[in-house]
């Protein structure tokens, strides 16, 4: 795609269809300009920066609407440009026509994520915040914004910088080595270097390790409910949501199709889906082609719930699913329902071992609150530290990944002897790789694809 960034470009950066407010921003050498020409209250180009005007738009002689013109100055604004953003009222009519009106006054419609774009381009922000830009916004939980607020505000950028300020001081002096070969002049002292290789690596794998973290932050967690007929897995599901999403029957088989509902647990969004009850025969071809998605479900899960009834699954059909699980490397919970029932608290003790096991009772939603510390427990192991950086960006993981590579490759060539023109060339590697990730070294085509992603207002 081509990108202009000379011109002045215009769009509604609140959500399109009817509001009680709609917010239409401009940006560019001419927003001035452009908002002067239908905005006659007053000359914005002799007010002051970071000021609200009061007055109307007008097309002609015609009123559009009553608006507040918000006025920010290059370089101090969002973009780093002129920007004006005009709070009009939010009907997509009104929105609509002054769009238009900014458009024929210069203006053109901007592309997505074109504002932020041009924010990263005049350096204010590197490319790393500015797609947690776009993850703060699709935000839904507090462990997501949290994340994505620790981005924008620099946090990944800060410890890439300073691994890259460590790699460039060594790297600088190489190349004087190099310029002194005929001298045999040492100025990096490989010891040294490898210590700060080795450094580095463990931050970086630190960062790669956190990825699974940070993906389960941003897109939530599949959790499968699965289980015999009739074991209790939909009033479960029903009693997790506090409503009555599925089906519940005392007729084994009802659920033929997967039910998914989402739920927040700590902060962490999990999609339950509820399957069909899984047993060796069928007479019902329904049933039969529920338990083929069941299986298919279970094999694609982050977690499986198992769900079975305490009053009638033995000993030995629980030590049989265990075994499977743990020989399929299933990550899943097990867990005893219709505990109310159960005659005696010894039933408890007929399964044991060091996997999880929580009883519950779904219908009189006893022991739920353990089992939704588990689910958490479950997924992170401990590890869920809001305050550490993660990273959730695959493209982020995939240039992390080679870093790592090329420094163990450097601390092998290190080891070696090998010589410093070598050792640079690997080093150049690490820091073009690291560019890559905060926007130092970039084409159109990856920007085309990260800010894509964006809304057209941001």
């Given at each position: 795609?081509?990108?202009?960034?000379?011109?002045?470009?215009?769009?509604?950066?609140?959500p399109?269809?009817?509001?009680?407010?709609?917010?239409?921003?401009?940006?560019?050498?001419?927003?001035?300009?452009?908002?002067?020409?239908?905005f006659?209250?007053?000359?914005?180009?002799?007010q002051?920066?970071?000021?609200?005007?009061?007055?109307?738009?007008?097309?002609?002689?015609?009123?559009?609407?009553?608006?507040?013109?918000?006025?920010?100055?290059?370089?101090?604004?969002?973009?780093?440009?002129?920007?004006?953003?005009?709070?009009?009222?939010?009907?997509?009519?009104?929105?609509?026509?002054?769009?238009?009106?900014?458009?024929?006054?210069?203006?053109r419609l901007?592309?997505?994520?074109?504002?932020?774009?041009?924010?990263?381009?005049?350096?204010?922000?590197?490319?790393?915040?500015?797609?947690?830009?776009?993850?703060?916004?699709?935000?839904?939980?507090?462990?997501?914004?949290?994340?994505?607020m620790?981005?924008?505000?620099?946090?990944?950028?800060?410890?890439?910088?300073?691994?890259?300020?460590?790699?460039?001081?060594?790297?600088?002096?190489?190349?004087?080595?190099?310029?002194?070969?005929?001298?045999?002049?040492?100025?990096?002292?490989?010891?040294?270097l490898?210590?700060i290789?080795?450094?580095?690596?463990?931050?970086?794998?630190?960062?790669?390790?956190?990825?699974?973290?940070?993906?389960?932050?941003?897109?939530?967690?599949?959790?499968?409910?699965?289980?015999?007929?009739?074991?209790?897995?939909?009033?479960?599901?029903?009693?997790?949501?506090?409503?009555?999403?599925?089906?519940?029957?005392?007729?084994?088989?009802?659920?033929?199709?997967?039910?998914?509902?989402?739920?927040?647990?700590?902060?962490?969004?999990?999609?339950?889906?509820?399957?069909?009850?899984?047993r060796?025969?069928?007479?019902?071809?329904?049933?039969?082609?529920?338990?083929?998605?069941?299986?298919?479900?279970?094999?694609?899960?982050?977690?499986?719930?198992?769900?079975?009834?305490?009053?009638?699954?033995?000993?030995?059909?629980?030590?049989?699913?265990?075994?499977?699980f743990?020989?399929?490397?299933?990550?899943?919970?097990?867990?005893?329902?219709?505990?109310?029932?159960?005659?005696?608290?010894?039933?408890?003790?007929?399964?044991?071992?060091?996997h999880?096991?929580?009883?519950?009772?779904?219908?009189?939603?006893?022991?739920?609150?353990?089992?939704?510390?588990?689910?958490?427990?479950?997924?992170?192991k401990?590890?869920?530290?809001?305050?550490?950086?993660?990273?959730?960006?695959?493209?982020?993981?995939?240039?992390?990944?080679?870093?790592?590579?090329?420094?163990?490759?450097?601390?092998?060539?290190?080891?070696?002897?090998?010589?410093g023109?070598?050792?640079?060339?690997?080093?150049?590697?690490?820091?073009?790789?690291?560019?890559?990730?905060?926007?130092?070294?970039?084409?159109?085509?990856?920007?085309?694809?990260?800010?894509?992603?964006?809304?057209?207002?941001?």
């Open positions: 795609m081509d990108w202009n960034h000379e011109d002045t470009i215009v769009a509604l950066a609140t399109p269809g009817v509001g009680a407010i709609g917010v239409i921003r401009l940006s560019g050498k001419s927003a001035l300009n452009i908002c002067n020409g239908i006659p209250m007053k000359d914005l180009n002799i002051l920066p970071n000021t609200l005007h009061v007055g109307q738009i007008f097309d002609n002689e015609n009123v559009i609407d009553e608006v507040v013109v918000g006025l920010f100055r290059a370089p101090r604004s969002y973009t780093g440009e002129d920007v004006v953003e005009i709070s009009c009222h939010g009907s997509p009519f009104v929105t609509e026509q002054i769009i238009q009106l900014c458009i024929r006054g210069g203006a901007a592309r997505p994520g074109e504002f932020t774009l041009r924010a990263f381009l005049n350096g204010k922000m590197d490319l790393a915040q500015a797609e947690a830009v776009a993850d703060l916004i699709a935000s839904n939980t507090r462990a997501s914004h949290h994340t994505a620790q981005q924008i505000r620099g946090g990944f950028s800060h410890e890439l910088m300073e691994l890259r300020e460590e790699l460039i001081r060594f790297s600088a002096l190489i190349e004087l080595e190099l310029d002194f070969s005929q001298e045999d002049i040492s100025f990096a002292d490989r010891g040294s490898r210590d290789i080795r450094k580095v690596g463990i931050k970086i794998k630190e960062l790669i390790g956190s990825f699974r973290l940070g993906n389960v932050i941003k897109n939530g967690v599949n959790a499968v409910i699965s289980g015999l007929p009739n074991a209790g897995k939909s009033t479960l599901l029903n009693s997790l949501l506090n409503e009555d999403r599925a089906i519940v029957s005392e007729i084994p088989g009802t659920t033929r199709d997967t039910i998914e509902e989402v739920i927040n647990i700590g902060g962490i969004l999990f999609r339950l889906i509820d399957t069909a009850g899984l060796d025969q069928s007479g019902d071809q329904l049933e039969e082609l529920g338990m083929i998605k069941a299986r298919e479900k279970i094999k694609s899960a982050e977690l499986v719930i198992y769900v079975f009834d305490v009053t009638t699954f033995s000993p030995e059909e629980y030590r049989s699913q265990v075994e499977q743990s020989h399929d490397d299933i990550n899943f919970i097990m867990v005893g329902n219709k505990i109310d029932l159960a005659r005696e608290e010894t039933n408890r003790e007929k399964y044991s071992g060091i999880s096991l929580i009883f519950v009772s779904a219908k009189s939603v006893y022991n739920l609150s353990e089992l939704k510390k588990e689910m958490i427990n479950n997924i992170f401990g590890d869920l530290q809001f305050e550490h950086t993660v990273i959730s960006s695959t493209r982020h993981l995939t240039s992390l990944e080679e870093v790592f590579k090329i420094l163990q490759e450097l601390v092998e060539d290190i080891d070696k002897n090998i010589s023109d070598l050792l640079a060339v690997d080093i150049r590697r690490v820091l073009m790789h690291i560019g890559e990730i905060t926007g130092e070294i970039t084409n159109e085509e990856q920007l085309d694809f990260i800010f894509s992603k964006f809304c057209i207002g941001k």
